[in-house]
C-alpha cells in the first residue's frame, strides 16, 4: 500500500495531471485526493483507531477513507452493499471493528451490537460520513494486516480473508503493468468498491498509473443490483464517461453486448474490458469480440 500512498504525492507534483476521482456531483485532482488522505489519517490516527468499516457507496469518500486507512496503519472492512443486515453484522464483530463510516447512519442501525457506540460527523472527501464508534476489540488481527475482505458465500456466515499491505500494493502493480496503464486512462468503476477486484484493480491500479478513476452510481450505469441489469443504460455510461476500462461479471457484459448490438453501438475509448467473478462462455466472449469490446477473461 505504501507504492501507491507515494503514487499519489509523486503524481500530484506533476503538472497538468488529469483528475484522480470523479463521482457524480465532484471530482478530486490528485493533490486534493492527497490532502484529502492526510486530513482523514489524522483522525484515524487521534482516535487510536486499528480497525475500521466502511459501509459507504461508490464515491469519492470511500476511496478517501480507504487510502487514509493505509496511511493510518488501520485495517479496513470492506462493507458491500449487498450483504444482509446479519451478514454485516458478522463482519463487524468478527473483524473486531473500532469504527464504521456511513452516510446513513440510521439504516446502519441493525448491523451495530447492543453495546454503547457514539456517533460523530467529520466530512470526508466533502462527503457528510458519520463516524460511528463501535466497542469492538480491534487488535486481534495479525501484523501488517490492511484489509479485511469478506465473501458471503452461498450459506452460512461470511467468510473472511485478511490481506496485508504489502500483498495487496503488490497485486496492484502486477494489474497495472498487465492493463498497460498510463496517465490519460479513464478506468469506469462499476461494482461496489468492497468487491476486492473492483478495490484493487480499479482504483488502485489506475492510481499507481496516474489515470483517472470514474466512480459510477447504479442509477448511471444501469447495475442495480440484484439479476436487474440495464444494459442499454450500461452501454450509454461507458460512452458518455470515455471510459477506457472497465470490470464486468459475465451478466452486465451479456446485457452490454446485447445492447450494442440492438444499438450498433462503438466504444471507441474502451481498450481493456475485463470479466471475472463467475465463469463465461466462450460464446459470450466471441459474440462481444465479433462487436468490438474489447474483453479479457
Same mark, same amino acid.
Given at each position: 500500500?505504501?507504492?501507491?500512498?507515494?503514487?499519489?504525492?509523486?503524481?500530484?507534483?506533476?503538472?497538468?495531471?488529469?483528475?484522480?476521482?470523479?463521482?457524480?456531483?465532484?471530482?478530486?485532482?490528485?493533490?486534493?485526493?492527497?490532502?484529502?488522505?492526510?486530513?482523514?489519517?489524522?483522525?484515524?490516527?487521534?482516535?487510536?483507531?486499528?480497525?475500521?468499516?466502511?459501509?459507504?457507496?461508490?464515491?469519492?469518500?470511500?476511496? #478517501?477513507?480507504?487510502?487514509?486507512?493505509?496511511?493510518?496503519?488501520?485495517?479496513?472492512?470492506?462493507?458491500?452493499?449487498?450483504?444482509?443486515?446479519?451478514?454485516?453484522?458478522?463482519?463487524?464483530?468478527?473483524?473486531?471493528?473500532?469504527?464504521?463510516?456511513?452516510?446513513?447512519?440510521?439504516?446502519?442501525?441493525?448491523?451495530?451490537?447492543?453495546?454503547?457506540?457514539?456517533?460523530?460527523?467529520?466530512?470526508?472527501?466533502?462527503?457528510?460520513?458519520?463516524?460511528?464508534?463501535?466497542?469492538?476489540?480491534?487488535?486481534?488481527?495479525?501484523?501488517?494486516?490492511?484489509?479485511?475482505?469478506?465473501?458471503?458465500?452461498?450459506?452460512?456466515?461470511?467468510?473472511?480473508? #485478511?490481506?496485508?499491505?504489502?500483498?495487496?500494493?503488490?497485486?496492484?502493480?502486477?494489474?497495472?503493468?498487465?492493463?498497460?496503464?498510463?496517465?490519460?486512462?479513464?478506468?469506469?468503476?462499476?461494482?461496489?468498491?468492497?468487491?476486492?477486484?473492483?478495490? #484493487?484493480?480499479?482504483?488502485?491500479?489506475?492510481?499507481?498509473?496516474?489515470?483517472?478513476?470514474?466512480?459510477?452510481?447504479?442509477?448511471?450505469?444501469?447495475?442495480?443490483?440484484?439479476?436487474?441489469?440495464?444494459?442499454?443504460?450500461?452501454?450509454?455510461?461507458?460512452?458518455?464517461?470515455?471510459?477506457?476500462?472497465?470490470?464486468?461479471?459475465?451478466?452486465?457484459?451479456?446485457?452490454?453486448?446485447?445492447?450494442?448490438?440492438?444499438?450498433?453501438?462503438?466504444?471507441?475509448?474502451?481498450?481493456?474490458?475485463?470479466?471475472?467473478?463467475?465463469?463465461?462462455?466462450?460464446?459470450?466472449?466471441?459474440?462481444?469480440?465479433?462487436?468490438?469490446?474489447?474483453?479479457?477473461?
Amino acid at each position: 500500500m505504501q507504492r501507491i500512498l507515494e503514487a499519489l504525492d509523486s503524481h500530484a507534483r506533476r503538472p497538468h495531471a488529469p483528475p484522480a476521482l470523479e463521482g457524480r456531483e465532484r471530482a478530486l485532482g490528485y493533490g486534493e485526493l492527497a490532502r484529502a488522505v492526510e486530513r482523514t489519517a489524522a483522525r484515524l490516527r487521534r482516535d487510536r483507531v486499528r480497525v475500521v468499516a466502511l459501509a459507504l457507496p461508490n464515491t469519492p469518500a470511500w476511496v #478517501v477513507a480507504d487510502l487514509a486507512a493505509a496511511a493510518a496503519g488501520c485495517a479496513v472492512v470492506p462493507i458491500p452493499p449487498f450483504f444482509t443486515s446479519a451478514q454485516a453484522r458478522h463482519a463487524l464483530e468478527a473483524s473486531g471493528a473500532e469504527l464504521l463510516l456511513t452516510l446513513h447512519p440510521e439504516a446502519a442501525a441493525p448491523l451495530l451490537p447492543p453495546r454503547p457506540v457514539w456517533l460523530e460527523r467529520h466530512p470526508v472527501a466533502g462527503e457528510p460520513v458519520a463516524w460511528l464508534h463501535l466497542d469492538g476489540r480491534g487488535g486481534e488481527l495479525p501484523a501488517g494486516a490492511a484489509k479485511v475482505t469478506f465473501t458471503s458465500g452461498t450459506t452460512g456466515e461470511p467468510k473472511g480473508v #485478511v490481506l496485508a499491505g504489502r500483498a495487496l500494493g503488490e497485486v496492484a502493480v502486477s494489474l497495472a503493468a498487465a492493463a498497460e496503464g498510463r496517465a490519460g486512462d479513464r478506468h469506469l468503476c462499476l461494482s461496489p468498491l468492497a468487491v476486492l477486484l473492483e478495490n #484493487v484493480a480499479g482504483v488502485y491500479a489506475p492510481l499507481l498509473a496516474g489515470a483517472t478513476v470514474r466512480l459510477a452510481s447504479p442509477e448511471e450505469s444501469g447495475l442495480a443490483g440484484g439479476a436487474s441489469v440495464d444494459g442499454h443504460r450500461l452501454a450509454r455510461c461507458l460512452a458518455a464517461t470515455g471510459a477506457t476500462s472497465a470490470i464486468l461479471t459475465p451478466g452486465p457484459l451479456q446485457a452490454l453486448t446485447a445492447a450494442v448490438a440492438a444499438e450498433g453501438l462503438r466504444l471507441p475509448a474502451l481498450r481493456f474490458l475485463a470479466v471475472g467473478g463467475a465463469p463465461v462462455s466462450r460464446t459470450l466472449l466471441a459474440r462481444a469480440t465479433a462487436l468490438g469490446l474489447p474483453v479479457y477473461e
